[in-house]
Protein backbone atom coordinates (compact mmCIF):
# COMPACT_ATOMS: atom_id res chain seq x y z
CA UNK A 1 0.00 0.00 0.00
CA UNK A 2 0.95 3.54 -0.44
CA UNK A 3 1.18 4.89 3.29
CA UNK A 4 1.30 8.46 2.30
CA UNK A 5 -1.61 8.59 -0.33
CA UNK A 6 -3.76 6.66 2.40
CA UNK A 7 -2.26 9.53 4.67
CA UNK A 8 -3.13 12.50 3.27
CA UNK A 9 -6.69 13.07 2.99
CA UNK A 10 -7.23 11.53 6.56
CA UNK A 11 -4.47 14.65 7.43
CA UNK A 12 -6.32 16.78 6.03
CA UNK A 13 -10.19 16.30 6.93
CA UNK A 14 -9.66 14.76 9.85
CA UNK A 15 -5.55 15.49 11.88
CA UNK A 16 -4.97 19.10 10.76
CA UNK A 17 -8.61 20.63 11.30
CA UNK A 18 -8.42 19.16 14.51
CA UNK A 19 -4.72 19.87 15.49
CA UNK A 20 -5.40 22.90 17.52
CA UNK A 21 -8.51 21.94 19.48
CA UNK A 22 -6.73 18.24 20.48
CA UNK A 23 -3.82 21.19 22.15
CA UNK A 24 -5.95 23.35 23.55
CA UNK A 25 -8.50 21.22 25.06
CA UNK A 26 -6.27 18.51 26.15
CA UNK A 27 -8.50 16.66 23.95
CA UNK A 28 -7.61 12.96 22.72
CA UNK A 29 -7.15 12.66 19.28
CA UNK A 30 -10.22 9.54 19.08
CA UNK A 31 -11.63 11.04 15.86
CA UNK A 32 -7.75 10.64 14.13
CA UNK A 33 -7.50 7.04 16.16
CA UNK A 34 -10.86 6.11 14.21
CA UNK A 35 -10.49 7.17 10.44
CA UNK A 36 -7.00 5.82 11.28
CA UNK A 37 -8.32 2.36 12.31
CA UNK A 38 -10.71 2.94 9.16
CA UNK A 39 -7.98 3.07 6.74
CA UNK A 40 -6.17 -0.12 8.03
CA UNK A 41 -3.41 2.22 9.34
CA UNK A 42 -3.77 1.14 12.93
CA UNK A 43 -2.88 -2.39 11.36
CA UNK A 44 0.03 -1.11 9.48
CA UNK A 45 2.58 -3.65 11.28
CA UNK A 46 0.24 -5.98 12.07
CA UNK A 47 0.46 -9.39 9.70
CA UNK A 48 -1.20 -10.19 6.68
CA UNK A 49 -2.08 -13.25 8.12
CA UNK A 50 -4.16 -11.55 10.75
CA UNK A 51 -5.90 -9.03 8.32
CA UNK A 52 -2.76 -6.12 8.65
CA UNK A 53 -1.34 -4.51 6.19
CA UNK A 54 1.91 -6.29 6.50
CA UNK A 55 4.17 -3.23 7.47
CA UNK A 56 7.59 -2.80 9.16
CA UNK A 57 9.25 0.49 10.58
CA UNK A 58 9.70 1.70 7.41
CA UNK A 59 6.13 2.43 6.66
CA UNK A 60 5.46 3.10 10.04
CA UNK A 61 8.22 5.87 9.85
CA UNK A 62 6.25 7.31 6.99
CA UNK A 63 3.10 7.41 8.56
CA UNK A 64 4.68 8.70 12.11
CA UNK A 65 6.22 11.18 10.00
CA UNK A 66 3.73 12.54 8.23
CA UNK A 67 1.12 13.40 11.06
CA UNK A 68 3.39 15.02 13.22
CA UNK A 69 3.75 17.99 11.00
CA UNK A 70 0.55 18.39 11.40
CA UNK A 71 -0.11 17.05 15.37
CA UNK A 72 2.72 15.74 16.96
CA UNK A 73 -0.48 14.80 19.59
CA UNK A 74 -1.78 11.85 16.73
CA UNK A 75 1.81 10.81 15.82
CA UNK A 76 2.89 9.98 19.56
CA UNK A 77 -0.61 8.37 20.33
CA UNK A 78 0.14 5.85 16.96
CA UNK A 79 4.10 5.97 17.84
CA UNK A 80 3.09 4.21 21.19
CA UNK A 81 0.13 2.13 19.04
CA UNK A 82 2.95 1.15 17.06
CA UNK A 83 5.41 0.25 19.31
CA UNK A 84 2.55 -1.73 21.64
CA UNK A 85 1.50 -3.57 18.42
CA UNK A 86 5.35 -4.65 18.28
CA UNK A 87 5.23 -6.60 21.24
CA UNK A 88 2.01 -8.09 20.74
CA UNK A 89 2.35 -9.65 17.14
CA UNK A 90 4.73 -11.82 18.10
CA UNK A 91 3.27 -13.25 21.46
CA UNK A 92 -0.53 -12.02 21.91
CA UNK A 93 -3.53 -14.29 20.77
CA UNK A 94 -4.96 -14.06 17.14
CA UNK A 95 -8.34 -12.32 18.75
CA UNK A 96 -6.42 -8.86 19.48
CA UNK A 97 -4.42 -8.85 16.88
CA UNK A 98 -7.53 -8.98 14.82
CA UNK A 99 -8.89 -6.34 16.47
CA UNK A 100 -6.16 -4.60 15.98
CA UNK A 101 -5.56 -4.99 12.13
CA UNK A 102 -9.10 -4.16 11.78
CA UNK A 103 -8.82 -1.16 13.30
CA UNK A 104 -11.06 -1.49 16.59
CA UNK A 105 -7.95 -1.66 19.13
CA UNK A 106 -6.00 0.90 20.14
CA UNK A 107 -2.86 -0.50 22.58
CA UNK A 108 -0.03 1.58 24.51
CA UNK A 109 3.47 0.75 26.35
CA UNK A 110 3.25 1.05 29.82
CA UNK A 111 6.81 0.63 30.90
CA UNK A 112 7.24 3.90 32.95
CA UNK A 113 6.85 3.83 36.88
CA UNK A 114 6.58 6.90 39.78
CA UNK A 115 9.60 4.33 41.67
CA UNK A 116 12.11 3.59 39.05
CA UNK A 117 11.61 7.16 37.08
CA UNK A 118 14.17 7.11 33.74
CA UNK A 119 15.44 3.39 34.94
CA UNK A 120 12.73 1.91 32.75
CA UNK A 121 14.59 -1.21 32.41
CA UNK A 122 14.43 -1.58 36.69
CA UNK A 123 10.42 -1.67 37.44
CA UNK A 124 9.28 -1.63 40.82
CA UNK A 125 5.70 -2.78 39.85
CA UNK A 126 4.64 -6.83 40.82
CA UNK A 127 3.31 -9.41 38.95
CA UNK A 128 2.59 -12.13 41.86
CA UNK A 129 0.38 -15.41 41.58
CA UNK A 130 -2.03 -15.39 43.79
CA UNK A 131 -2.84 -18.11 46.14
CA UNK A 132 -6.73 -18.16 47.24
CA UNK A 133 -9.15 -20.66 45.57
CA UNK A 134 -10.19 -18.34 42.54
CA UNK A 135 -6.57 -17.33 41.74
CA UNK A 136 -5.69 -20.15 39.54
CA UNK A 137 -4.05 -19.25 36.28
CA UNK A 138 -4.06 -15.85 37.36
CA UNK A 139 -1.34 -13.06 38.25
CA UNK A 140 -1.99 -10.02 39.60
CA UNK A 141 -0.13 -7.28 38.99
CA UNK A 142 0.68 -3.84 41.30
CA UNK A 143 2.16 -0.86 40.20
CA UNK A 144 2.09 3.16 39.81
CA UNK A 145 2.71 3.61 36.39
CA UNK A 146 3.77 7.69 36.16
CA UNK A 147 3.16 9.10 32.46
CA UNK A 148 1.09 6.57 29.77
CA UNK A 149 0.05 7.57 26.74
CA UNK A 150 -3.56 6.94 25.92
CA UNK A 151 -3.49 5.90 29.37
CA UNK A 152 -7.49 5.37 30.21
CA UNK A 153 -8.50 5.57 26.20
CA UNK A 154 -6.30 2.69 24.75
CA UNK A 155 -7.76 -0.88 24.66
CA UNK A 156 -4.97 -1.90 26.04
CA UNK A 157 -1.85 -1.56 28.15
CA UNK A 158 1.35 -3.61 26.94
CA UNK A 159 2.15 -3.51 30.83
CA UNK A 160 6.21 -4.03 32.07
CA UNK A 161 6.74 -5.90 35.92
CA UNK A 162 8.98 -7.85 37.54
CA UNK A 163 9.05 -11.12 37.04
CA UNK A 164 6.72 -13.65 38.70
CA UNK A 165 9.85 -16.14 40.00
CA UNK A 166 13.21 -14.77 40.26
CA UNK A 167 15.34 -12.52 38.31
CA UNK A 168 14.15 -9.98 35.22
CA UNK A 169 11.06 -8.60 33.90
CA UNK A 170 7.89 -9.87 32.64
CA UNK A 171 5.64 -8.26 29.89
CA UNK A 172 1.83 -8.36 29.83
CA UNK A 173 -0.90 -7.59 27.35
CA UNK A 174 -3.71 -6.09 29.71
CA UNK A 175 -7.12 -4.99 29.06
CA UNK A 176 -6.96 -1.78 30.27
CA UNK A 177 -10.92 -1.90 31.59
CA UNK A 178 -9.77 -4.92 34.23
CA UNK A 179 -11.19 -3.65 37.55
CA UNK A 180 -8.10 -2.51 39.80
CA UNK A 181 -7.15 -0.38 37.37
CA UNK A 182 -7.26 3.60 38.27
CA UNK A 183 -5.96 6.80 36.66
CA UNK A 184 -5.06 9.04 39.65
CA UNK A 185 -5.01 12.24 37.71
CA UNK A 186 -5.33 13.58 34.72
CA UNK A 187 -3.31 14.88 32.32
CA UNK A 188 -2.39 18.79 31.95
CA UNK A 189 0.66 18.40 30.43
CA UNK A 190 2.70 21.79 28.91
CA UNK A 191 3.18 19.81 25.42
CA UNK A 192 1.34 16.80 23.63
CA UNK A 193 -1.35 17.80 25.59
CA UNK A 194 -3.83 15.48 24.20
CA UNK A 195 -1.97 11.90 24.83
CA UNK A 196 -3.89 11.57 27.71
CA UNK A 197 -0.45 10.88 29.11
CA UNK A 198 -1.70 10.33 32.79
CA UNK A 199 -0.56 7.83 35.40
CA UNK A 200 -1.98 4.29 36.05
CA UNK A 201 -2.40 2.58 39.42
CA UNK A 202 -2.98 -1.15 39.62
CA UNK A 203 -3.71 -2.55 42.51
CA UNK A 204 -4.46 -6.34 42.71
CA UNK A 205 -5.34 -6.06 39.04
CA UNK A 206 -5.83 -9.83 38.01
CA UNK A 207 -4.59 -10.72 34.74
CA UNK A 208 -4.92 -13.99 33.33
CA UNK A 209 -1.61 -15.82 33.18
CA UNK A 210 -1.56 -16.73 29.32
CA UNK A 211 -1.35 -12.58 28.81
CA UNK A 212 2.30 -12.87 29.41
CA UNK A 213 4.00 -11.55 26.34
CA UNK A 214 6.86 -13.83 26.05
CA UNK A 215 8.44 -15.87 28.80
CA UNK A 216 8.20 -14.90 32.53
CA UNK A 217 11.67 -12.53 33.30
CA UNK A 218 12.12 -12.26 29.63
CA UNK A 219 11.18 -8.82 29.15
CA UNK A 220 14.39 -6.75 28.58
CA UNK A 221 15.85 -9.22 25.82
CA UNK A 222 11.98 -9.09 24.30
CA UNK A 223 11.88 -5.35 24.35
CA UNK A 224 15.60 -5.30 22.98
CA UNK A 225 14.62 -8.10 19.68
CA UNK A 226 10.89 -6.80 18.93
CA UNK A 227 10.75 -2.84 20.78
CA UNK A 228 14.40 -1.45 19.90
CA UNK A 229 13.58 -1.06 16.60
CA UNK A 230 10.47 0.66 16.59
CA UNK A 231 10.38 2.82 20.02
CA UNK A 232 13.57 5.13 19.67
CA UNK A 233 13.54 5.34 15.59
CA UNK A 234 9.83 6.43 15.95
CA UNK A 235 9.96 8.59 18.66
CA UNK A 236 12.54 10.32 16.57
CA UNK A 237 10.63 10.06 13.85
CA UNK A 238 7.91 12.37 15.69
CA UNK A 239 10.68 15.13 16.75
CA UNK A 240 11.27 14.66 12.85
CA UNK A 241 7.80 15.03 11.90
CA UNK A 242 7.42 18.49 14.15
CA UNK A 243 10.99 20.11 12.72
CA UNK A 244 9.69 19.90 9.35
CA UNK A 245 5.73 21.37 10.69
CA UNK A 246 8.10 24.25 12.70
CA UNK A 247 10.07 25.16 9.66
CA UNK A 248 7.30 25.37 7.43
CA UNK A 249 4.75 27.56 9.51
CA UNK A 250 8.48 29.41 10.09
CA UNK A 251 9.07 30.06 6.76
CA UNK A 252 5.54 30.75 5.67
CA UNK A 253 5.41 33.72 8.76
CA UNK A 254 8.52 35.20 7.32
CA UNK A 255 7.87 34.81 3.95
CA UNK A 256 4.40 36.64 4.48
CA UNK A 257 5.29 39.38 6.77
CA UNK A 258 6.35 42.81 5.62
CA UNK A 259 8.00 46.12 7.16
CA UNK A 260 5.88 49.26 6.44
CA UNK A 261 8.83 51.25 5.93
CA UNK A 262 10.66 49.06 3.45
CA UNK A 263 8.43 46.60 1.98
CA UNK A 264 11.04 44.19 2.53
CA UNK A 265 9.98 40.42 4.55
CA UNK A 266 11.58 39.28 7.13
CA UNK A 267 12.80 36.92 5.05
CA UNK A 268 14.74 39.27 3.85
CA UNK A 269 16.77 39.64 6.76
CA UNK A 270 20.16 37.75 6.60
CA UNK A 271 19.83 37.14 9.70
CA UNK A 272 16.36 35.20 10.02
CA UNK A 273 17.77 33.46 6.83
CA UNK A 274 20.94 32.06 8.67
CA UNK A 275 18.81 30.87 11.77
CA UNK A 276 16.53 29.20 9.40
CA UNK A 277 19.48 27.68 7.21
CA UNK A 278 20.97 26.79 10.86
CA UNK A 279 17.30 25.07 11.93
CA UNK A 280 17.04 23.13 8.38
CA UNK A 281 20.04 21.77 8.49
CA UNK A 282 19.53 20.37 12.09
CA UNK A 283 15.98 18.99 10.92
CA UNK A 284 17.88 17.41 7.90
CA UNK A 285 20.80 15.93 9.54
CA UNK A 286 18.19 14.04 12.04
CA UNK A 287 16.07 12.97 9.16
CA UNK A 288 19.14 11.50 7.85
CA UNK A 289 20.45 9.64 10.71
CA UNK A 290 16.85 8.02 11.11
CA UNK A 291 16.78 6.67 7.49
CA UNK A 292 20.26 5.60 8.23
CA UNK A 293 19.08 3.83 11.31
CA UNK A 294 16.08 2.23 9.49
CA UNK A 295 18.32 1.10 6.93
CA UNK A 296 20.48 -0.38 9.57
CA UNK A 297 17.34 -1.76 10.94
CA UNK A 298 16.37 -3.20 7.44
CA UNK A 299 19.99 -4.76 7.01
CA UNK A 300 20.78 -6.03 10.27
CA UNK A 301 23.43 -4.42 10.99
CA UNK A 302 25.77 -5.01 13.63
CA UNK A 303 25.91 -1.17 14.45
CA UNK A 304 22.20 -1.29 15.17
CA UNK A 305 22.08 -0.93 18.46
CA UNK A 306 24.33 2.41 18.53
CA UNK A 307 22.06 3.83 15.77
CA UNK A 308 19.22 3.28 17.45
CA UNK A 309 20.56 5.36 20.42
CA UNK A 310 21.67 8.16 18.32
CA UNK A 311 18.80 8.65 16.67
CA UNK A 312 16.41 9.23 19.85
CA UNK A 313 18.52 11.25 21.77
CA UNK A 314 19.97 13.26 17.82
CA UNK A 315 16.18 14.39 16.71
CA UNK A 316 14.69 15.13 20.16
CA UNK A 317 17.37 17.53 21.03
CA UNK A 318 17.33 18.83 17.04
CA UNK A 319 13.97 19.50 18.25
CA UNK A 320 14.44 21.62 21.05
CA UNK A 321 16.82 24.12 18.84
CA UNK A 322 14.90 24.15 15.81
CA UNK A 323 11.42 25.07 17.59
CA UNK A 324 13.64 27.81 19.58
CA UNK A 325 14.95 29.06 16.21
CA UNK A 326 11.10 28.98 14.83
CA UNK A 327 10.19 30.82 17.78
CA UNK A 328 12.90 33.45 17.42
CA UNK A 329 12.65 34.24 13.71
CA UNK A 330 8.61 35.05 13.75
CA UNK A 331 9.29 36.87 16.86
CA UNK A 332 6.40 37.74 19.09
CA UNK A 333 3.76 36.67 16.26
CA UNK A 334 5.24 33.01 17.81
CA UNK A 335 3.61 33.55 20.92
CA UNK A 336 -0.06 33.61 19.35
CA UNK A 337 -1.58 30.51 18.91
CA UNK A 338 -2.80 31.11 14.87
CA UNK A 339 0.89 31.11 14.37
CA UNK A 340 1.10 27.31 15.30
CA UNK A 341 4.21 27.21 16.39
CA UNK A 342 4.06 27.58 19.94
CA UNK A 343 2.50 24.77 20.51
CA UNK A 344 5.26 22.86 18.43
CA UNK A 345 7.87 24.18 20.40
CA UNK A 346 5.79 22.78 23.70
CA UNK A 347 5.36 19.33 22.25
CA UNK A 348 9.21 19.18 21.09
CA UNK A 349 9.49 19.29 24.86
CA UNK A 350 8.47 15.77 25.29
CA UNK A 351 10.63 13.56 23.44
CA UNK A 352 14.05 14.83 25.20
CA UNK A 353 12.90 13.42 28.98
CA UNK A 354 10.58 10.36 27.43
CA UNK A 355 12.48 7.34 28.50
CA UNK A 356 15.23 6.71 27.68
CA UNK A 357 15.90 10.92 28.35
CA UNK A 358 18.60 12.41 26.35
CA UNK A 359 21.08 12.21 29.07
CA UNK A 360 20.55 8.27 29.49
CA UNK A 361 21.45 7.83 26.23
CA UNK A 362 24.12 10.79 26.49
CA UNK A 363 25.60 8.23 28.84
CA UNK A 364 25.09 5.13 27.02
CA UNK A 365 27.04 6.05 24.56
CA UNK A 366 29.50 7.28 26.09
CA UNK A 367 29.58 3.80 27.44
CA UNK A 368 29.52 1.98 24.25
CA UNK A 369 32.04 4.38 23.05
CA UNK A 370 34.46 3.28 25.88
CA UNK A 371 34.09 -0.18 25.29
CA UNK A 372 35.08 0.29 21.09
CA UNK A 373 31.69 0.71 19.18
CA UNK A 374 32.97 2.02 16.07
CA UNK A 375 33.17 5.48 15.69
CA UNK A 376 31.62 5.68 12.22
CA UNK A 377 31.41 2.61 9.38
CA UNK A 378 35.52 1.83 9.27
CA UNK A 379 36.54 3.90 11.41
CA UNK A 380 36.84 1.26 14.59
CA UNK A 381 37.05 2.31 18.35
CA UNK A 382 39.18 2.43 20.89
CA UNK A 383 38.57 -0.09 23.60
CA UNK A 384 39.26 0.81 26.93
CA UNK A 385 38.72 4.79 27.02
CA UNK A 386 37.07 5.70 30.21
CA UNK A 387 33.80 7.64 29.57
CA UNK A 388 32.96 10.66 31.32
CA UNK A 389 29.59 9.50 32.84
CA UNK A 390 31.06 6.06 33.60
C1 LIG B 1 4.31 13.49 27.16
C2 LIG B 1 4.85 12.24 27.76
C3 LIG B 1 4.34 11.01 27.36
C4 LIG B 1 4.82 9.84 27.93
N1 LIG B 1 4.30 8.65 27.52
C5 LIG B 1 4.76 7.49 28.06
C6 LIG B 1 4.23 6.22 27.65
O1 LIG B 1 3.38 6.13 26.76
N2 LIG B 1 4.68 5.11 28.26
C7 LIG B 1 5.64 5.15 29.23
O2 LIG B 1 6.01 4.11 29.73
N3 LIG B 1 6.16 6.34 29.64
C8 LIG B 1 5.74 7.50 29.08
N4 LIG B 1 6.26 8.70 29.51
C9 LIG B 1 7.17 8.73 30.64
C10 LIG B 1 8.62 8.83 30.18
O3 LIG B 1 9.00 7.74 29.43
C11 LIG B 1 9.62 8.95 31.33
O4 LIG B 1 9.50 7.90 32.23
C12 LIG B 1 9.48 10.17 32.07
O5 LIG B 1 9.34 11.27 31.21
C13 LIG B 1 10.71 10.38 32.94
O6 LIG B 1 10.29 11.36 33.85
P1 LIG B 1 10.74 11.40 35.36
O7 LIG B 1 10.12 12.59 35.96
O8 LIG B 1 10.55 10.08 35.98
O9 LIG B 1 12.32 11.67 35.14
P2 LIG B 1 13.49 11.47 36.17
O10 LIG B 1 13.94 10.05 36.11
O11 LIG B 1 13.14 12.02 37.48
O12 LIG B 1 14.63 12.34 35.47
C14 LIG B 1 14.99 13.68 35.84
C15 LIG B 1 16.28 14.04 35.15
O13 LIG B 1 17.31 13.13 35.57
C16 LIG B 1 17.96 12.58 34.42
N5 LIG B 1 18.35 11.20 34.69
C17 LIG B 1 17.62 10.24 35.29
N6 LIG B 1 18.31 9.08 35.35
C18 LIG B 1 19.51 9.32 34.74
C19 LIG B 1 20.67 8.53 34.50
N7 LIG B 1 20.74 7.24 34.88
N8 LIG B 1 21.71 9.12 33.84
C20 LIG B 1 21.65 10.42 33.48
N9 LIG B 1 20.59 11.22 33.71
C21 LIG B 1 19.53 10.68 34.32
C22 LIG B 1 16.90 12.62 33.32
O14 LIG B 1 17.53 12.64 32.04
C23 LIG B 1 16.19 13.92 33.62
O15 LIG B 1 16.90 14.98 33.03
C24 LIG B 1 5.83 9.89 28.92
C25 LIG B 1 6.37 11.13 29.29
C26 LIG B 1 5.90 12.29 28.71
C27 LIG B 1 6.51 13.60 29.12
Known amino acids: MNVLQTLEPIVRDVIAPAAADTDQHARYPRAALRALGQAGLLGLVSARAVGGLGGGLPEAVQAVERIARDCPCTAMVLTMHYCGVALIEPFAGDAVRRAIADGRHVTTLAVSEAASRSHIWAPAGTASEGDGPDDAGTVRLNALKSMITSAGEADSYVWISRATHGEGNTLWLVDSRLPGLAIPSRFDGMGLRGNASSPIEATDVRVPRDCMLGADGEGEPIKARYLMPFFPTLIATTSIGLM ?56 GDADTRVRLLQVKAAAAEAALSVTEIAMRVCGGAAFRKEAGIERLFRDARAASVMAPTTDVLYDMLGKALGEGAAIAPGVPGVPGIEPAAA
Open 244 to 299: QGALQRAVAHVSATRFSDTGSTLGDLPTIRAWLARAWLQAEQARLLRDATVASVVA
